[in-house]
């Protein structure tokens, strides 16, 4: 654990310093005590489980460092998470009763129907119930604004104690793939425009690896690939929360005069739930097909309902990430050549090794299957390069990297900013 003291105000850190995930951010002044975020340390969890060796209980979780440990929660008051990536949002099995607040409870229960196999099962509240959470919206002791990340929506947090003014970015990208929110730097602007002693930033895409796109680029690129693509029917996989990524996609399809259909039925209702709560305009045709998830029943489902409606149209089937094998089985019911099928896979950076290894095999059955996979990194996390623009906006007195596996450099290049 890392202490900050401003005064009488404590800052802690329990997860998320020299490593990317796992944040955990506790705010001690006299008159409160307030966690931000509480996520599971992948890097940590990978170090100890896979596929044959899975935790028997939180607690283990916690004693072993994959998610924060008991004594970060003695005197909280209230916890608020930053969005709902899992390295963020951690487990809600909390040893003690406080309010916790999130974007929407009905996305997290969504979300939370993959947690039944393996050490995701631990993440669920003690209850199974996600009546007791709180709208982040509801709050009255901290301020927020929203910002632009992989995960709809997100936000950064501002908490002013009796001493200071403290901002917690979570993670967030500057550009954007599709405007559903005001410009993100403004939002960051507004929330520091009473001075900031504070800020806790992330720094995900220092001296990392990558290959990444502009969204401008991801656009450009995803258009020449349909202009150049002359089937009529494609499958597409992306990340069910990067909102604003699907609804760049879905516009791009329709300007192709494809059909997106939305073939499983947690993806299809995750959409269906946060494009209701922005209310955005569906103008084209846009299927989501409510499918069982086992079985014979999942297959006739789907065949009797939207079979004959698909055939002799430009689809766009959107597929989980582990639903390679539905590919297979739908070319075969739409009575379609899988040889020359496109395949796009817009996702996010992995977060484990194991995961590293799902996707080798999903690109195995792909190749087997004769499709040709295009993978495209839009990511989810600001680029270096814009570090001093963002200093410069928020322009605290000081900060403490987050998310990151190189503080020091930010911190250099934070001192070097703020003496030019």
Request: charge should be negative; charged fraction near 25%; glycine fraction near 4%.
């Amino acid at each position: 654990m890392m202490v900050y003291s401003l005064g009488k105000t404590k800052v802690k850190i329990y997860g998320g310093f020299n490593t990317i995930g796992g944040n955990c951010v506790v705010v001690e002044s006299p008159s409160m005590s307030i966690m931000l975020d509480q996520g599971v340390n992948f890097t940590q969890l990978k170090n100890f489980y896979g596929f044959s060796i899975q935790p028997d209980s939180v607690e283990e979780l916690r004693e072993m460092k994959v998610i924060p440990p008991k004594e970060a929660y003695e005197g909280i008051e209230e916890i608020y998470i930053s969005h709902l990536h899992l390295d963020h949002l951690g487990s809600l099995n909390i040893p003690k009763e406080v309010s916790v607040y999130v974007f929407s409870k009905e996305i997290a229960e969504i979300l939370s129907r993959s947690w039944w196999f393996g050490w995701k099962q631990q993440l669920f509240p003690q209850t199974l119930s996600f009546t007791d959470f709180k709208d982040v919206e509801e709050s009255r002791r901290i301020r927020y604004v929203k910002v632009s990340h992989s995960a709809f929506p997100s936000f950064a947090f501002r908490i002013d104690t009796e001493e200071a003014s403290i901002i917690y970015t979570g993670d967030f990208r500057l550009t954007t793939p599709y405007t559903i929110l005001s410009n993100t730097m403004d939002n960051l602007k507004e929330l520091a425009e009473d001075g900031v002693d504070l800020a806790i930033i992330e720094g995900t895409n220092f001296s990392r690896r990558m290959n990444f796109l502009t969204p401008s680029q991801f656009k450009a690129m995803f258009r020449d690939i349909l202009e150049r693509y002359d089937r009529k029917l494609l499958f597409i996989t992306a990340h069910p929360l990067d909102l604003e990524a699907t609804l760049a996609v879905l516009e791009l399809l329709w300007e192709s005069d494809y059909t997106p259909v939305f073939e499983n039925a947690y993806y299809a209702q995750l959409l269906d739930v946060t494009i209701d709560a922005i209310d955005y305009p569906v103008e084209n045709e846009l299927i989501l097909a409510p499918r069982s998830t086992s079985g014979i029943e999942l297959l006739n489902n789907f065949e009797f309902e939207y079979l004959s409606m698909l055939r002799d149209r430009k689809t766009a089937i959107f597929i989980p990430a582990t639903g390679v094998k539905d590919v297979k089985t739908i070319v075969k019911l739409l009575d379609e050549d899988t040889s020359g099928l496109l395949h796009i896979s817009i996702l996010g950076e992995p977060l484990s090794e194991e995961w590293i290894i799902e996707e080798k095999k999903i690109s195995n059955w792909l190749r087997f299957l004769g499709i040709t996979n295009y993978r495209l990194h839009l990511s989810g996390h600001y680029h270096p390069y814009e570090f001093k623009d963002i200093i410069k906006a928020i322009n605290p007195k000081e900060i403490v990297p987050i998310h990151t596996i190189v503080p020091k450099t930010m911190l250099d290049l934070f001192r070097k900013y703020k003496s030019t």
